[in-house]
């Protein structure tokens, strides 16, 4: 278990040390450190050492909310953040879903009430209806490597997405969308919310693209704890209820159609 104190529970701790009487005990706060792997808008290129994604919005939402913990975000991967959370790099994952290939490991769940979606974007033509996005047959498709797609039956095997859907994967969804765009891909599946943040910056590339009302899935959002991170799923719960209620959740979330719903 990590502690880290505050400036002033480190002087607090000085001057016990060198025998002066403080009548108050000392404290610090827990560290919980949260995984972060680039999952736009929520995460961010954390591997460079600035995010400016949602998660670290919330994670400041949640340390000024309280002082008993601190929570801490710690770089990872889509592929590498099953590792770190096994072998014990991170105490907790946050935006995830049970049914992301978690079924062989241990965590407790936390419902986040938070709620997006993927949905399919294809290059607008003046011929082409909303019709064009029921069948995926023939079509190539460029995805996120590592996603769960509930269209391929939740199977985010490279080999399995390329040759059953001619799938591309890559690791950018500006890439997937530049590939649609450049008409070499038909169709690519994105997060909703990420996509709003794109078209909202670039006027431009949303009059050149059709969104479909077909969604691939809703997901809910969960938080997964490992069972011996230092914070009590209980304990979580009680942090995010209190930022739905102040309205915090609300103005973090809002803006990218991630819909604040009940736990």
């Not at 909303?130 to 029921?134: A, C, E, P």
């Not at 039956?153 to 390329?162: M, R, S, T």
């Not at 001619?166 to 969804?173: E, Q």
């Given at each position: 278990m990590v502690l880290k104190c505050s400036p002033l529970q480190l002087a607090h701790s000085l001057l016990l040390t060198l025998g002066m009487v403080w009548l108050t005990p000392v404290w610090c706060a827990q560290e919980?450190?949260?995984?972060?792997?680039?999952?736009p808008p929520y995460t961010v290129r954390p591997e460079r050492g600035v995010d400016t994604g949602l998660l670290s919005q919330l994670l400041d939402a949640l340390n000024q909310l309280q002082d008993d913990y601190r929570f801490v975000l710690v770089p990872s991967s889509v592929p590498r953040r099953v590792r770190d959370f096994e072998r014990g790099r991170v105490d907790m994952l946050m935006f995830e879903n049970p049914a992301w290939g978690w079924q062989a490991f241990s965590y407790v769940a936390v419902d986040m009430g938070l709620e997006d979606a993927e949905v399919f974007v294809a290059r607008q033509q003046p011929d082409r209806q909303?019709?064009?996005?029921?069948d995926l047959s023939g079509k190539r498709l460029a995805l996120f490597s590592g996603y769960h797609y509930a269209f391929a039956?939740?199977?985010?095997?490279?080999?399995?997405?390329?040759e059953t859907f001619?799938?591309?994967?890559?690791?950018?969804?500006e890439s997937n969308l530049l590939m649609v765009l450049r008409g070499r891909a038909d169709i690519a599946l994105m997060t909703r919310s990420n996509l709003i943040e794109m078209l909202r910056s670039d006027p431009e590339t949303r009059s050149r693209?059709?969104?479909?009302?077909r969604v691939d899935q809703t997901y809910r959002h969960y938080a997964l704890l490992r069972p011996e991170a230092p914070i009590q799923s209980r304990n979580f719960a009680q942090m995010m209820q209190k930022l739905r209620d102040n309205g915090q959740l609300q103005a973090i979330f809002a803006p990218y159609k991630i819909a604040v719903v009940g736990m």
């Open positions: 919980v450190r949260v995984g972060a792997a680039h999952f909303q019709s064009y996005f029921d039956g939740f199977n985010p095997a490279p080999k399995y997405l390329a001619a799938a591309t994967l890559t690791y950018s969804h693209v059709m969104v479909s009302e």
